[in-house]
């Protein structure tokens, strides 16, 4: 953490610098040098410093930005949730047609409840009906979007 204080420091201390008057030349084995001071022998080449940093924004402003990034954000994470848990229970629901229409493709004894619920016996011309019913849910339950 010392080391990291010391080169900010340091940075802090150059910065000045770097906005100063900068000059180009190349130097007798032929190597271009970029300097602050301009070389007494050498024909050095003038070069605008870059400008300092405008801020454009405030502090205030890029903060109230940096807000409406997340709230996207978080709106984008629910958005994903509900589209999940949706397709969940499109799944759970389709998984429960496609067992009842099983349970009714085997056969065998097939049981409903009367209006006095009473549990009887479903006939032939019922389960067929009901096959049909069933496969129709089947259909709209387990089509993808």
Known sequence: MKRFA?????????????WAQLYKYVDKDGKTVYTDTP????????ISAPSAPSASKS??????????LRQKERDAAKKAEKAEQTANAQEERCRQAKERMT???????????????????????????????????????????
């Open 39 to 46: 070389p007494p022998s050498a024909d050095p080449k003038t």
């Open 6 to 18: 010391i080169a900010l420091a340091l940075a802090a201390l150059a910065a000045p610098a770097a």
């Open 59 to 68: 502090f205030v402003e890029r903060d109230k930005e940096m807000e409406k």
């Open 103 to 145: 349970a009714l493709a085997e056969g065998g004894r097939i049981y409903k409840y009367n209006d006095k619920g009473e549990r009887e016996i479903m006939v032939d011309e019922e389960i067929e009906a009901e096959r049909v019913k069933s496969q129709k849910t089947v259909d709209e339950a387990c089509k993808k979007s």
